[in-house]
Protein backbone atom coordinates (compact mmCIF):
# COMPACT_ATOMS: atom_id res chain seq x y z
CA UNK A 1 0.00 0.00 0.00
CA UNK A 2 1.51 3.65 -0.58
CA UNK A 3 -0.11 6.70 0.80
CA UNK A 4 0.13 9.78 -1.48
CA UNK A 5 0.59 13.91 -0.46
CA UNK A 6 0.24 16.37 -2.27
CA UNK A 7 1.60 20.13 -2.08
CA UNK A 8 2.63 22.89 -4.09
CA UNK A 9 -0.87 24.10 -4.88
CA UNK A 10 -1.99 27.77 -4.62
CA UNK A 11 -2.97 31.53 -6.17
CA UNK A 12 -1.46 32.50 -8.81
CA UNK A 13 -2.21 35.08 -11.94
CA UNK A 14 -2.92 33.80 -15.21
CA UNK A 15 0.01 33.34 -17.19
CA UNK A 16 2.19 32.14 -13.91
CA UNK A 17 3.96 28.98 -12.96
CA UNK A 18 3.28 26.99 -10.03
CA UNK A 19 5.11 23.14 -9.55
CA UNK A 20 2.73 20.51 -7.80
CA UNK A 21 4.53 17.39 -6.01
CA UNK A 22 3.20 14.25 -4.96
CA UNK A 23 5.33 12.25 -2.39
CA UNK A 24 4.96 8.40 -1.98
CA UNK A 25 5.27 6.52 1.10
CA UNK A 26 5.01 3.08 1.85
CA UNK A 27 6.81 1.42 -1.45
CA UNK A 28 9.02 3.05 -3.70
CA UNK A 29 7.61 5.11 -6.76
CA UNK A 30 9.38 3.26 -9.69
CA UNK A 31 6.70 0.28 -9.15
CA UNK A 32 3.87 2.84 -9.34
CA UNK A 33 2.50 4.50 -12.59
CA UNK A 34 0.87 7.73 -11.67
CA UNK A 35 -0.89 10.39 -12.58
CA UNK A 36 -2.91 14.21 -11.81
CA UNK A 37 -6.50 14.42 -12.34
CA UNK A 38 -8.22 17.81 -11.47
CA UNK A 39 -11.69 18.46 -10.48
CA UNK A 40 -13.67 21.65 -10.52
CA UNK A 41 -16.45 22.67 -8.79
CA UNK A 42 -19.57 21.25 -10.15
CA UNK A 43 -17.24 19.40 -12.84
CA UNK A 44 -16.42 15.89 -13.23
CA UNK A 45 -12.92 14.69 -12.35
CA UNK A 46 -10.55 15.69 -15.44
CA UNK A 47 -7.03 13.29 -16.31
CA UNK A 48 -4.29 16.22 -16.43
CA UNK A 49 -1.15 14.04 -17.28
CA UNK A 50 0.16 10.24 -16.26
CA UNK A 51 3.09 9.08 -16.76
CA UNK A 52 4.88 5.20 -16.31
CA UNK A 53 6.44 3.14 -13.34
CA UNK A 54 9.99 3.42 -14.98
CA UNK A 55 9.46 6.87 -16.16
CA UNK A 56 9.81 5.90 -19.55
CA UNK A 57 6.75 6.89 -20.95
CA UNK A 58 3.73 10.22 -20.42
CA UNK A 59 0.50 11.55 -21.44
CA UNK A 60 -0.57 15.16 -20.89
CA UNK A 61 -4.38 15.85 -21.78
CA UNK A 62 -5.35 17.86 -24.84
CA UNK A 63 -5.92 20.88 -22.47
CA UNK A 64 -2.95 21.22 -20.78
CA UNK A 65 -0.51 20.16 -23.57
CA UNK A 66 2.09 22.51 -24.48
CA UNK A 67 1.92 23.94 -20.76
CA UNK A 68 1.81 21.40 -18.32
CA UNK A 69 4.47 18.58 -17.47
CA UNK A 70 4.55 15.47 -15.69
CA UNK A 71 7.73 13.90 -13.79
CA UNK A 72 8.37 11.28 -11.19
CA UNK A 73 11.64 11.59 -9.11
CA UNK A 74 11.81 7.48 -8.49
CA UNK A 75 14.58 8.25 -5.89
CA UNK A 76 12.71 10.39 -4.11
CA UNK A 77 9.65 8.52 -4.56
CA UNK A 78 7.85 12.00 -5.52
CA UNK A 79 5.77 13.03 -8.85
CA UNK A 80 5.75 16.30 -9.73
CA UNK A 81 3.22 18.82 -12.23
CA UNK A 82 4.81 21.69 -13.69
CA UNK A 83 2.06 24.03 -14.92
CA UNK A 84 2.98 27.07 -16.79
CA UNK A 85 0.74 29.72 -18.23
CA UNK A 86 -1.79 29.01 -16.63
CA UNK A 87 -5.36 30.00 -17.26
CA UNK A 88 -8.65 30.55 -14.98
CA UNK A 89 -9.85 27.15 -16.37
CA UNK A 90 -7.25 25.84 -14.76
CA UNK A 91 -8.45 26.42 -11.45
CA UNK A 92 -9.52 23.06 -9.62
CA UNK A 93 -8.01 20.49 -6.99
CA UNK A 94 -5.58 18.83 -8.38
CA UNK A 95 -5.08 14.68 -6.68
CA UNK A 96 -2.41 12.69 -7.27
CA UNK A 97 -3.04 8.81 -8.15
CA UNK A 98 -1.14 5.17 -8.47
CA UNK A 99 -1.60 1.92 -8.92
CA UNK A 100 0.86 -1.40 -9.05
CA UNK A 101 1.88 -2.43 -12.61
CA UNK A 102 2.59 -5.48 -14.37
CA UNK A 103 4.14 -3.59 -17.11
CA UNK A 104 6.62 -1.00 -16.16
CA UNK A 105 6.43 0.95 -19.55
CA UNK A 106 2.48 1.68 -19.15
CA UNK A 107 0.63 4.78 -18.39
CA UNK A 108 -3.15 5.17 -17.32
CA UNK A 109 -6.06 7.58 -18.49
CA UNK A 110 -8.56 6.76 -16.82
CA UNK A 111 -9.42 7.75 -12.97
CA UNK A 112 -10.80 4.19 -12.37
CA UNK A 113 -7.76 2.47 -13.42
CA UNK A 114 -5.94 4.17 -10.24
CA UNK A 115 -6.03 2.45 -6.96
CA UNK A 116 -4.25 4.59 -4.85
CA UNK A 117 -4.92 8.84 -4.13
CA UNK A 118 -3.54 12.02 -2.43
CA UNK A 119 -6.34 14.55 -0.54
CA UNK A 120 -5.46 16.95 -3.35
CA UNK A 121 -4.19 20.85 -3.43
CA UNK A 122 -6.50 23.48 -4.60
CA UNK A 123 -4.93 25.55 -7.49
CA UNK A 124 -6.70 28.95 -7.76
CA UNK A 125 -5.79 30.60 -11.62
CA UNK A 126 -6.35 34.67 -10.66
CA UNK A 127 -7.55 36.56 -13.75
Known amino acids: QVQLVESGGGLVQAGGSLRLSCTASGRTASTYAMGWFRQAPGKEREFVAA????????YVGDSVKGRFTISKDNGESTLYLQMNSLKPEDTAAYYC????????????????????WGQGTQVTVSS
Open 51 to 58: ISASNSRT
Open 97 to 116: AARTVFDSGRYYLRHYEYVY
